[in-house]
């Protein structure tokens, strides 16, 4: 059985706990999380995998969209902050 390559090449999830994983995770831009969670959704839906791995795959993409969340939560703060700041800027002319 083929593991994902894109995957299995840099983190080796198969032998990660979910603090190794959430540490390797927080490094990644948004855009490349998306992409390694875009990734383990098709090699779930292909069915190719054995149960071990899909748990662990199914971890991991826990950890990864909670670390999406997290940043587009924090980019929603900053998309209002700037707007409000933009209106206070606007009120005191």
Excluded: P
Aim: aromatic share 6%.
């Amino acid at each position: 059985m083929v593991e994902d390559a894109s995957i299995s090449q840099e983190e080796n999830i198969e032998n990660l706990d979910k603090k190794s994983m959430q540490v390797a995770i927080s490094k990644l831009e948004f855009e490349d999380a998306l992409t390694k969670l875009q990734n383990i959704s098709k090699k779930l839906d292909s069915g190719n995998i054995s149960l071990s791995y899909t748990i662990k795959y199914l971890e991991y993409a826990t950890v990864l969209k909670s670390h999406c969340k997290k940043i587009l939560e924090n980019f929603k703060l900053k998309v209002e902050e700037i707007i409000s700041s933009e209106e206070d800027t606007k009120d005191n002319r």
